[in-house]
């Protein structure tokens, strides 16, 4: 039987260990065995953290029969529409594990690229380490205001992550998105308030039982908007999307992949799970058209700026955009293929985005950062070319990588519900797609380098890097591993009252 | 059997990787030995394609469940001849690379990508499941895109650019036709999609255009052959026999196999099936046409053969659209295999004239049959071949074509007009082999002290020669085994 210490310990072990990690960074930075111990201390806690979600994922499988979801809450049964609540599925112990698992590796490349005798690095690590426990926080979720506090947190905290550099570019960058996510949030908790005075409640369960039944549906409409557009704002759905290519390409290398990881796809994940399952299905309110052409919208306009883009951090952002489209319409289909190549693609489309960001990180400390930089880096700096080059192939679609299941998925799904046409639409997009990665390839392999200088390859920074880039072929050639878990996931999500 | 050649082709992946790092002659000899064992593997398979009630053999593994996609191995004799051929086409490539590739640098890269595109090019004719079918399709395509980038001529990325971005745009929409089939059928394998679409009509159509526009770019069919004179000519020439030889013919096969043998009879009996083949005809024509007159006054000695391609991928579109025709597509079929040993002949052969002469305009060319004597001799077996001239391959199997078209030609007055084009077109065939033959090797000599090639190119191209006389003269072997599948 779970209990509400088994969904909370995740959480409370990340969230303790951020707080610990402070003094100790600090009390052991001056010391000649700093680094053992702090290497030591981060070991402890991710593996104290991968127990806490195994133990979690281990009795939500050892249930005999297995409830679709398990509602947690700290009131009695008589309160529990107002109550804060957990919610427990297939779906958010899925997030926690791709969470924790991502996120374990992001650290590593954090604690190697960010040195941990930098003033205030302590502080980067903390703030890591409590984003995910609010990533976290928020996958398991089962009331629409414990959803937002944790949500907001996690928004909240990735700003620290961004500024991190104190450089103009990001601090303006944090300030456009600080400005944004508070606009979201005010949206958002103009919507929730509607919700709660249609409903009376806020618990997932009973505001969905009770909209369902909503014979007026005005307001709900309205509602739907506001928090449609607040959610859309935090994923960077166009024409929301300007705070991101600024935000990740200001960021430290280690802070873009970890943006790009684990807050995007909690971004998708809370689209997916408030929108979607609980506040509106598409028999609610019909907003699947909307829906469809704001993901073509996506879809288009992020690979098209990239196609100009000259900067490849910055390239790497408008993936990501492009990927929120991708995202987006398996969203919109709401059919059981589409939410399986969402959770997919959610865990593919984080290894792929964290895996350039920190090939990209390692470019940009030898001072590459055009494309006309990258010239021949091919020959220069092999191995960490290959990486980025499987990571792009991935992004193209190109079979036996990761990201082509993801995307097969996503555009099947696209057919079945009848979206023929956005299916069309994301093929082309990713056509064009395939044709400024290429050039991106094309400058790393088919150009002369201008500089004759010779580049060390951080062979430590690559360990991290190379992990990814082996789960992307992995994934890729033998996705059984993870889709026979997300079959039985979806099967029961549909089962969703 | 198919699956341990598969594995032994991918195990020696890493081989040959670090063995080309000291010694890039072991590396080829290592393909071409694994081209080999992969030959006689499949050769094990005949009794099963000859003897069993359906005449294929297959092997399926499990792979994605969920996807409906398991890992499904088979050949039958159309499979088998053209897994045959591409085989053999990497087994000379990898040994006329030995010496070709000489003086280039990183060839351990080199034969580890022509490795892995060996994996990719068998792939496509050896399964029946279309997902599977997709991973191989986009598997030749990369380690194609790396070769050309990385060891061709001129501007070589760019012409590897142009080849990626056109025919992955066609790669997309045959992965539209596969999500629409896993729609529609709930499966992924050729066998059992056929009977499902079957009961859906109205949606096969636009699985069946969306199929044969993806398929028909890597044919560079043309009014999408924009890519093929670069890429075919700026390759390195053993990368260039086998796109010409084999990876377009891979289109063609897999209009047969996919377009025409799985989601063309849900329609065939539908005015819409007839009109769809007349389609076919037209651009079949239209590509013989365009790919022959080009030829004809091109002087780049790779740009005549790589226009040749277009050419002759107008025949094999032109023997696809007789579809109902028996004979057509026995000699569509022969003539991918006659061609691919042909072409990719050819283009050895005019790697080794541009190797020794280094230059690549055929009017500064002349007089080569007295010093090249061995290249010569193939290059002009090759090129009559090309021609259509008996007693070379490509003739059997164009005689057997216009069979088919004569035979419709009595069911259907369309084809007698296109036939008649397609007559007119051979002759302009013969035409620009003829100029190339005697632009490059007889005539007044014009370069002094030019020796043939060294053994190992020789021995690649000898093998190829024998197998365009041997085709032309005794084809029952592949005749057999083709005339065994019925695909109407």
């Given amino acids: ?497 | 059997m198919l699956l341990s050649m598969l594995i032994l082709s991918a195990s020696t992946i890493p081989i040959v990787y670090f063995l080309g790092k000291k010694s890039p002659k072991a590396a080829a000899y290592l393909v071409a030995l694994t081209c080999m064992c992969d030959i006689a593997l499949l050769f094990t398979t005949l009794p099963s394609i000859l003897n069993d009630a359906n005449h294929i053999y297959m092997e399926s593994y499990y792979w994605i469940p969920v996807l409906r996609s398991s890992f499904t191995l088979f050949v039958d004799g159309v499979s088998l001849s053209m897994a045959i051929v591409t085989l053999v086409l990497i087994f000379a490539s990898s040994l006329f690379s030995i010496s070709y590739m000489h003086e280039k640098k990183s060839l351990a890269e080199y034969y580890a990508l022509l490795a892995l595109l060996s994996i990719g090019l068998v792939g496509v004719f050896i399964t029946s499941n279309l997902m599977l079918f997709y991973f191989c399709w986009e598997l030749m395509l990369v380690p194609a895109y790396f070769i050309i980038g990385g060891w061709g001529y001129r501007e070589p990325y760019r012409a590897a650019f142009k080849f990626f971005i056109f025919t992955h745009a066609g790669a997309v929409f045959v992965l539209l036709g596969i999500g629409a089939i896993f729609m529609v059928s709930g499966d992924l394998d050729i066998f059992t999609a056929k009977l499902a679409l079957m009961a859906n009509p109205d949606l096969a159509r636009w699985i069946l255009l969306s199929f044969t526009a993806g398929f028909a770019v890597k044919m560079a069919v043309v009014p999408v052959h924009m890519w093929l004179p670069d890429a075919h000519s700026e390759a390195p020439a053993p990368m260039s026999a086998l796109l010409s030889g084999v990876v377009i013919s891979a289109g063609a096969y897999a209009i047969l196999r996919i377009s025409l043998g799985t989601v063309f009879p849900a329609v065939i009996a539908t005015n819409f099936g007839t009109q769809f083949l007349h389609a076919l005809t037209f651009f079949g024509m239209i590509s013989a046409f365009f790919g022959a007159l080009i030829a004809l006054v091109e002087s780049d000695i790779k740009r005549i053969i790589a226009y040749s391609s277009i050419a002759h991928m107008g025949y094999v579109l032109f023997g696809l659209s007789l579809f109902p025709y028996n004979e057509a597509i026995t000699g569509t079929t022969f003539h991918l295999v006659s061609h691919a040993v042909s072409k990719g002949l050819l283009f050895l052969t005019a790697g080794a004239v541009m190797k020794q002469l280094e230059i690549r305009d055929i009017r500064q060319m002349g007089g080569l049959a007295g010093q090249m004597p061995i290249t010569a001799t193939s290059s002009i077996i090759a090129a009559l071949s090309i021609a259509g001239i008996p007693p070379f391959a490509c003739f059997i199997s164009e005689f057997l074509i216009f069979v088919g078209a004569f035979r419709a030609i009595a069911n259907d007055s369309f084809y007698t007009v296109m036939t008649a084009l397609m007559l007119i077109a051979t002759v302009l065939s013969l035409a620009y082999a003829l100029r190339f033959i005697g632009h490059v090797f007889f005539g007044q000599s014009k370069h002094e002290k030019i020796v043939d090639v060294p053994l190992s190119m020789k021995l690649a191209m000898g093998i190829l020669t024998v197998l365009v006389v041997i085709l032309g003269v005794w084809p029952t072997f592949f005749i057999h085994l083709i005339t065994s599948v019925t695909f109407v």
């Fill in chain 1, 1 to 497: 039987m779970i209990s509400i210490l088994d969904a909370s310990l995740p959480i409370i072990v990340f969230v303790a260990s951020s707080i610990l990690t402070v003094p100790i960074i600090k009390t052991i930075r001056k010391s000649a065995q700093g680094i053992v111990i702090a290497a030591c201390w981060f070991i402890a806690v991710f593996l104290a953290a991968a127990v806490a979600v195994a133990n979690l994922a281990l009795k939500y499988y050892s249930q005999q029969a297995p409830l679709p979801i398990i509602n947690l809450t700290t009131a009695s049964e008589a309160y529990t529409a107002f109550s804060t609540a957990f919610l427990i599925d297939g779906v958010s112990v899925y997030m926690a594990v791709i969470f924790t698992a991502l996120c374990a590796v992001i650290f590593m490349y954090t604690f190697l690229s960010v040195d941990f005798k930098e003033k205030l690095s302590e502080r980067y690590y903390a703030v890591m380490l409590i984003n995910v426990g609010c990533l976290i926080g928020t996958a398991f979720a089962g009331d629409l205001l414990t959803l937002f506090i944790f949500w907001e947190a996690t928004t909240a905290s990735s700003s620290f992550l961004m500024v991190y550099n104190k450089t103009i570019k990001s601090i303006h960058a944090t300030l456009k998105y600080l400005t944004m996510i508070i606009m979201a949030s005010a949206f958002i908790v103009y919507g929730l308030s509607i919700i709660y005075a249609l409903t009376g409640t806020l618990n997932f369960w009973a505001a969905k039982h009770a909209l369902m039944s909503l014979k007026n549906k005005y307001l709900l409409e309205v509602a739907f908007a506001f928090m449609a557009a607040g959610y859309s704002i935090e994923a960077a759905v166009v024409p929301f999307h300007m705070w991101l290519p600024d935000a990740y390409s200001a960021a430290p290398a280690a802070s873009s992949a970890f943006l790009s990881a684990l807050v995007d796809q909690g971004s998708y994940y809370v689209l997916l799970r408030v929108l979607v399952y609980i506040l509106s299905p598409p028999t609610v309110l019909p907003w699947t058209l909307i829906f469809a052409v704001l993901s073509a919208l996506t879809m288009v306009v992020g690979n098209l700026l990239a196609l100009t883009e000259k900067d490849v951090k910055r390239l790497v952002a408008y993936l990501c955009i492009a990927d929120v489209g991708y995202n987006l319409v398996a969203i919109t289909t709401v059919t059981p293929l589409g939410i399986m190549g969402n959770l997919f693609f959610f865990f593919v489309g984080g290894i792929t985005t964290a895996l350039s960001f920190m090939a990209v990180g390692i470019f940009n400390r030898m001072g590459l950062e055009t494309l006309e930089d990258f010239s021949g880096i091919g020959r220069k700096m092999p191995l960490t070319s290959l990486a980025m080059l499987l990571a792009l192939f991935s992004f193209i679609g190109v079979p036996s990588l990761a990201g082509f299941i993801a995307k097969y998925l996503v555009f099947t799904s696209a057919i079945e519900a009848n979206l023929s046409w956005l299916a069309v639409i994301g093929v082309l997009t990713s056509v064009i797609q395939a044709s400024y990665l290429l050039r991106l390839i094309n400058y790393m392999y088919g150009r002369k380098t201008a500089v004759e200088a010779k580049f060390k390859e951080p062979y430590k920074l690559l360990v991290p890097i190379f992990l990814l880039a082996a789960s992307i072929i992995l994934l890729g050639l033998y996705p059984t591993i993870i889709l026979n878990l997300l079959n039985v996931i979806v099967q029961q999500l549909s089962l969703v009252p």
